[in-house]
């Protein structure tokens, strides 16, 4: 009898992964493929080759780019390099990126760049805020932007126990930003909560006298931005390939309005400085970008939404590659009828519409 129920069990347990083995090739969109979407004016950008993950530009053209994130489960091809900040300006013929020199004493050595965002301050000062990840914590560094100089001086290292796996964050006012957290557990627990589809991350305010969870029940929070109004706030929920649209309380809590679900695992989220649409970096198979293949890359996937509040977005493809030229699109950041795309470790596009 003993053995039946111990059999019955065993049966019943290993249907359940089954079950969730294909339900996770399904969230991961294991068997999509890309059809190639390519406007005709695009161009790798020299001097980026291993990753160029979130892409923020100031409305003075100036972009900032992350790059050299090593982050578990995705590939890394300079893996003994620290992470790096470029600059590109928009506003210049050709433009090229050049590194931004940081200085303050930050350690350099043990940078990994993740999501960012820039703050521009009353007095025009110009700050960008960088989630990192050095020894694979999670801080936020703030950095003053020196624009003559093109150097960052850096200035502060926040961190906090509720600032845990983070993976974006959106800058509301002087340090004061929510942060989307991607993973609830930070060790081998991860894995059984991918599987088993907990959804128990989340996204938080920061402020130096109130720190809070404000949104929460996502599987995976990625990337966020914030309307050009500023009163809703884009949040992507990578696992489950959405993109929730949520009002700003006046005591920074969210609240929900609606979820925007898209066939492609959504990473950052801009929105376009000229329309006000969502730009989305995506994964179109994730599969591919978890089992890194060269023969058979990851692919790169940029939407745009329109009239995201509304009861019918718009979405349409502005980039699709099967991974010939850009891999692993994480990020899409638009300004004056430019496009820049950016990838988790691959290089950097960029496009003349
Ligand atoms: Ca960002
Ligand atoms: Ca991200």
Redesign the pocket.
Same mark, same amino acid.
């Given at each position: 009898m003993g053995k039946l129920v111990a059999l019955i069990l065993l049966g019943a347990g290993l249907a359940l992964v089954w079950e969730r083995f294909l339900t996770l090739g399904e969230r991961l969109n294991a068997h999509r493929e890309v059809e190639s979407v390519e406007p005709q004016n695009c161009r790798l950008i020299e001097g980026i080759e291993n990753g160029s993950?979130?892409i923020d530009i100031l409305p003075s053209g100036l972009a900032f780019i992350s790059n050299g994130l090593k982050y578990s489960g995705m590939p890394d091809l300079a893996p003994d390099e620290p992470g790096r900040i470029f600059l590109m300006d928009l506003n210049e013929q050709n433009p090229r990126v050049q590194e931004l020199n940081i200085s303050g004493g930050f350690d350099k050595a043990s940078f990994n760049p993740?999501?960012m965002s820039t703050f521009i301050d009353k007095d025009q000062s110009v700050y960008l805020y960088v989630v990192n990840h050095p020894h694979m914590d999670s801080t936020v560094e703030i950095f003053k932007f020196e624009e003559q100089q093109r150097s960052l001086v850096y200035l502060k290292t926040i961190k906090h126990k509720l600032l845990k796996s983070v &993976?974006?964050i959106v800058v509301l006012g002087p340090e004061q930003f929510y942060a989307?957290r991607?993973r609830y557990f930070t060790n081998f627990l991860a894995l059984f909560e991918f599987v088993m589809d907990l959804r128990w991350t989340h996204v938080l305010f920061y402020s130096p006298r109130e720190v809070k969870v404000v949104a929460s029940g996502f599987s995976s929070a990625?990337?966020i931005t914030i309307s050009l109004d500023k009163k809703y706030i884009y949040v992507?929920d990578?696992l489950y390939k959405n993109i929730h649209v949520m009002k700003i309380q006046d005591n920074w809590d969210l609240t929900q309005l609606k979820a925007i679900q898209l066939d492609t695992l959504v990473? &950052?989220l801009t929105a376009d400085p000229d329309t006000g649409d969502i730009l989305a970096?995506c994964h179109p198979n994730a599969i591919k970008l978890l089992m890194y293949n060269t023969e058979d890359p990851p692919g790169s996937e940029v939407l745009r939404i329109r009239n995201a509040l509304s009861e019918k977005p718009v979405i349409s493809t502005m980039y699709a590659n099967n991974g010939s030229v850009l891999q692993g699109s994480?990020?899409a950041s638009a300004y004056g009828g430019k496009l820049l795309i950016g990838t988790?470790f691959h290089k950097a596009l960029y496009c003349e519409l």
């Amino acid at each position: 009898m003993g053995k039946l129920v111990a059999l019955i069990l065993l049966g019943a347990g290993l249907a359940l992964v089954w079950e969730r083995f294909l339900t996770l090739g399904e969230r991961l969109n294991a068997h999509r493929e890309v059809e190639s979407v390519e406007p005709q004016n695009c161009r790798l950008i020299e001097g980026i080759e291993n990753g160029s993950e979130d892409i923020d530009i100031l409305p003075s053209g100036l972009a900032f780019i992350s790059n050299g994130l090593k982050y578990s489960g995705m590939p890394d091809l300079a893996p003994d390099e620290p992470g790096r900040i470029f600059l590109m300006d928009l506003n210049e013929q050709n433009p090229r990126v050049q590194e931004l020199n940081i200085s303050g004493g930050f350690d350099k050595a043990s940078f990994n760049p993740h999501g960012m965002s820039t703050f521009i301050d009353k007095d025009q000062s110009v700050y960008l805020y960088v989630v990192n990840h050095p020894h694979m914590d999670s801080t936020v560094e703030i950095f003053k932007f020196e624009e003559q100089q093109r150097s960052l001086v850096y200035l502060k290292t926040i961190k906090h126990k509720l600032l845990k796996s983070v &993976n974006d964050i959106v800058v509301l006012g002087p340090e004061q930003f929510y942060a989307t957290r991607d993973r609830y557990f930070t060790n081998f627990l991860a894995l059984f909560e991918f599987v088993m589809d907990l959804r128990w991350t989340h996204v938080l305010f920061y402020s130096p006298r109130e720190v809070k969870v404000v949104a929460s029940g996502f599987s995976s929070a990625n990337g966020i931005t914030i309307s050009l109004d500023k009163k809703y706030i884009y949040v992507a929920d990578i696992l489950y390939k959405n993109i929730h649209v949520m009002k700003i309380q006046d005591n920074w809590d969210l609240t929900q309005l609606k979820a925007i679900q898209l066939d492609t695992l959504v990473d &950052n989220l801009t929105a376009d400085p000229d329309t006000g649409d969502i730009l989305a970096g995506c994964h179109p198979n994730a599969i591919k970008l978890l089992m890194y293949n060269t023969e058979d890359p990851p692919g790169s996937e940029v939407l745009r939404i329109r009239n995201a509040l509304s009861e019918k977005p718009v979405i349409s493809t502005m980039y699709a590659n099967n991974g010939s030229v850009l891999q692993g699109s994480s990020v899409a950041s638009a300004y004056g009828g430019k496009l820049l795309i950016g990838t988790v470790f691959h290089k950097a596009l960029y496009c003349e519409l």
